[in-house]
C-alpha cells in the first residue's frame, strides 16, 4: 500500500521540525507503525533523495514488486530511507 500525500506531508514535517539534538525516528515510527522504515548514512545512498533536510535526505521505496527499490515516485512509495547527513542520528 502507497503512501499517501498526507502521510508524506506529515512525515516532512516530522524530520524538518526534530531538534538538533533529536531523531525523528521513534516519532515516525509510533506514528505509522505499517511504515517500512530504514535509516542509513546518506553515503550509503548513491539516488538523489526526494527531500533533503539540514540533517538527512528523504529518500522513497517502492516494495510492490520482487525487489524493493528507491523511487522518486510518492504514487510507488510503501516505506522510506532516512540517510542521515552530517552527523544526522
Same mark, same amino acid.
Given at each position: 500500500?502507497?503512501?499517501?500525500?498526507?502521510?508524506?506531508?506529515?512525515?516532512?514535517?516530522?524530520?524538518?521540525?526534530?531538534?538538533?539534538?533529536?531523531?525523528?525516528?521513534?516519532?515516525?515510527?509510533?506514528?505509522?507503525?505499517?511504515?517500512?522504515? +530504514?535509516?542509513?548514512?546518506?553515503?550509503?545512498?548513491?539516488?538523489?533523495?526526494?527531500?533533503?533536510?539540514?540533517?538527512?535526505?528523504?529518500?522513497?521505496?517502492?516494495?510492490?514488486?520482487?525487489?524493493?527499490?528507491? +523511487?522518486?515516485?510518492?504514487?510507488?512509495? +510503501?516505506?522510506?530511507?532516512?540517510?542521515?547527513?552530517?552527523?544526522?542520528?
Amino acid at each position: 500500500m502507497a503512501l499517501g500525500a498526507d502521510e508524506l506531508k506529515e512525515i516532512e514535517r516530522l524530520i524538518a521540525e526534530a531538534a538538533a539534538n533529536e531523531s525523528p525516528i521513534p516519532e515516525l515510527r509510533r506514528r505509522f507503525p505499517r511504515l517500512v522504515l +530504514t535509516r542509513c548514512d546518506a553515503s550509503d545512498v548513491t539516488d538523489p533523495p526526494f527531500r533533503s533536510f539540514s540533517r538527512f535526505d528523504l529518500h522513497l521505496i517502492d516494495g510492490s514488486d520482487h525487489c524493493v527499490q528507491i +523511487t522518486s515516485d510518492p504514487d510507488r512509495a +510503501t516505506g522510506v530511507v532516512l540517510a542521515a547527513r552530517n552527523g544526522g542520528r
